[in-house]
């Protein structure tokens, strides 16, 4: 088989960005250890108090933007030389894209995006620029940022697991895998895929993936040379 013909499937989560200068959510320094996610991360929370959680995505952006992709984001991009690569993220920042990456299924939302409150479907980008409140999106309904919020259903779950059916190889990198549906994708591997986890610590999952413990953008670009030969 070409090596073209061999699909690759990277499984990212906040740990992957956590060397460009972004927060993770569960880290002794992350964000949900300074923050409660019930008062910015669920629809209700928005209904509750829109400048509160348009303050937190609109500093999240900011942040998101003077990011930089670190070595393990350019690695995945490398792939793409050699194999067909989809990336699936729990990241609602662009560092993958920026890297080069053509193949970026967001599961949780894009900081770069906003969207109507009714409809999912109704997005725009707005690049780095703040959201206000009473700002309306074209159906009337109160714009918001395009990012999945706890309780709310994951629109990529589906295109996801197909992906990760399909794939040869599957490259799970910075994520304490909490949260599900994501969390579940791992499940969906064939059993004749190779399998690899890198992660800074231990994550408990039973999965029947390799586990390489240390910095992602130590160890991704160590596994990218490998497996390009
Ligand atoms: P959950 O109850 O599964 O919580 C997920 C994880 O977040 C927990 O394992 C816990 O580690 C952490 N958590 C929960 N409450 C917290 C708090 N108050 N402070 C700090 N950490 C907390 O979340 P959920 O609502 O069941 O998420 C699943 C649903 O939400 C699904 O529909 C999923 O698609 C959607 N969703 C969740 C997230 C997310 O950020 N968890 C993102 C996108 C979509
Ligand atoms: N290299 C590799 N792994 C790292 C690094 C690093 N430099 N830094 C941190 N990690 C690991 C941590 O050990 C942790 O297991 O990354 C993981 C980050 O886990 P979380 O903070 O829970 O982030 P994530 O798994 O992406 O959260 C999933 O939860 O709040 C929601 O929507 C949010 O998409 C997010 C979802």
């Known amino acids: 088989m070409n090596q073209q013909a061999i699909k690759i499937v990277i499984i990212s989560g906040a740990g992957i960005s956590a060397e460009s200068g972004l927060a993770t959510f569960r880290d002794p320094d992350g964000l949900w250890q300074q923050y409660d996610l019930e008062d910015l991360a669920t629809p ?64 949780h939302g894009k900081l770069n995006e906003a969207r109507s409150s009714k409809n999912p479907n109704l997005i725009e980008v707005i690049g780095q620029r703040e959201l206000k409140v009473g700002e309306l999106a074209a ?10 919020w706890f309780g709310e259903d994951v629109p990529a779950m589906q295109p996801a697991i197909r992906e990760i059916k399909s794939a ?51 160890e991704v670009p160590k596994l990218v040379k490998k497996w390009l030969g």
């Open 139 to 148: 159906d009337g309904s109160a714009l918001r940022p395009n990012i999945v």
């Open 44 to 107: 209700q929370a928005f209904a509750r108090n829109p400048a509160l959680v348009h303050r937190f995505y609109n500093s999240r952006r900011i942040q998101a933007a003077k990011a930089e992709p670190n070595a393990a984001h350019l690695a995945i991009a490398k792939l793409e030389q050699a194999f067909n690569v989809v990336v699936v993220t729990q990241n609602v920042d662009d560092l993958h894209e920026r890297a080069g990456s053509s193949k970026v299924l967001h599961l």
């Open 168 to 218: 040869d190889k599957i490259l799970v990198v910075g994520t304490s895998l909490q949260v599900y549906p994501a969390a579940s994708l791992l499940f969906y591997a064939r059993d004749d895929a190779e399998k690899v986890l890198i992660n800074l610590e231990a994550t408990d999952t039973d999965a029947g993936y390799q586990f390489i413990q240390g910095k992602a953008a130590t």
